[in-house]
């Protein structure tokens, strides 16, 4: 057996998910919506697989959702982008971020990480033999330490992987913290990885900056992007990656040995996702913040000290003030099974030593009715 896989544990999501189910407990761990995306997305993917779209697409992905990838690189960020030969689709941003690491990196090389970082990025470098640099972000500021992050840069650097926004942070990277990777990267003549999977999930007006749109990144980076999490469908598992044509030959071969296509009918929906209009996307971040503020006022209304959430679906909470004097993972174990409400301990996104171990996070991509039983039910158990 492969040793690393044999020592890699079962994903924090789905312990806390089979825990919420055997405890009938309400699950704002695992990041998924509780309602379903756009109907005429869902529509088209259902006429494409009643329509005969059920064999083997191009490797690369229909023709007509990478125009629609390049065309929504185009309205959202001003990138041209060639269809044809810069955009890769991929069976979820999952596959892609393998696809994308696989691309560049050679054992012995290094991979500039950031903590907290999902969950499949460690294993994944170390898989690849690549030796991961992390770099730490700790709360409740989530401050980028540019120093540290300069110090994880050598002459063995091939790439750095980029996740904003940020899961669990929530953070939303400025520009000029996105200058001063841009430098880095620059400067030591390797690639940035970048998983945008929330881009289009920011709230109170921060935006969401690709690091490819900066100066002398076109080249170097490689951008992801996850219909899930655009259109709240994370079953489909649809994703995609654009990157230049220096690149993208190199993905596709990743990803021709990884799954080689992804399923068409779901790739015909995507495409008339990605050509919704502004009022979609508008309305997607701003029904989101919704349901943040409600479960944020809520969860400060109980006492948990609530941090900053800039993007994607998640709060991060800070327990020490409810009087909790165990650690995250006891706090989560207790709130499923004694209130029979499911968080994620922030532990599980650190691999280092030492991680702060007192944050939980919630997931806010939920009905208001079920936010208001989360709450109702952690208030009697507290
Ligand atoms: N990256 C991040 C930061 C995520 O939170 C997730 C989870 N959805 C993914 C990647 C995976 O996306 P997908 O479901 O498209 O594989
Ligand atoms: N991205 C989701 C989260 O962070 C979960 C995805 C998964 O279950 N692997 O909750």
């Not at 312990?15 to 055997?22: C, H, I, K, R, T």
Request: with cysteine.
């Amino acid at each position: 057996q492969n040793d690393l896989l044999s020592a890699t544990g079962t994903t924090i999501f789905t312990v806390m998910s089979a825990l919420a189910v055997e405890h009938g407990a309400i699950n704002l761990g695992q990041g998924f919506p509780d309602y379903d995306g756009p109907s005429d997305v869902i529509h088209s993917a259902a006429a494409a697989l009643l329509d005969g779209r059920n064999q083997y697409p191009p490797m690369t992905g229909l023709p007509e959702l990478r125009a629609a990838v390049a065309h929504a690189n185009k309205r959202f960020y001003g990138l041209e982008v060639d269809p044809a030969r810069e955009v890769v689709v991929t069976s979820g941003a999952t596959e892609a971020i393998t696809a994308c690491l696989m691309a560049v990196l050679n054992p012995g090389d290094e991979c500039v990480l950031i903590e907290p970082l999902y969950d499949t990025y460690l294993p994944v470098v170390k898989l690849l033999g690549a030796v991961p640099k992390l770099v730490r972000l700790s709360p409740p500021k989530w401050e980028l330490p540019r120093a540290e992050l300069a110090a994880a840069f050598g002459p063995k650097t091939k790439a750095i992987l980029l996740n904003t926004p940020m899961n669990p942070a929530s953070k939303v990277f400025t520009a000029a913290e996105l200058a001063f990777i841009a430098e880095l990267v620059t400067r030591h003549d390797c690639y940035a990885v970048c998983d945008e999977v929330y881009e289009h999930l920011t709230f109170d007006g921060w935006q969401h900056i690709p690091l490819m749109t900066l100066p002398g990144m076109r080249e170097r980076c490689m951008r992801i992007g996850s219909a899930g999490k655009t259109f709240s469908l994370t079953g489909w598992k649809v994703g995609y990656v654009t990157c230049d044509a220096s690149l993208a030959p190199n993905v596709a071969k990743a990803h021709q040995n990884l799954t080689f296509t992804t399923p068409p009918n779901l790739q015909r929906g995507v495409a008339v996702g990605l050509m919704k209009d502004d009022a979609y996307f508008a309305g997607l971040s701003a029904h989101l913040q919704a349901k943040r503020d409600r479960l944020a006022a809520g969860l400060a209304r109980l006492g948990f000290g609530v941090l900053q959430t800039q993007g994607s679906y998640f709060i991060t909470t800070d327990v020490r003030p409810l009087g909790w004097t165990g650690d995250d993972v006891s706090f989560c174990r207790a709130l499923t099974v004694e209130a029979k409400v499911t968080a994620i301990p922030v532990t599980a996104f650190y691999a280092g030593p030492d991680a702060p171990n007192h944050y939980v996070r919630f997931a806010f991509c939920k009905g208001e009715a079920v936010l208001d039983a989360a709450l109702e039910r952690m208030e009697r158990w507290l």
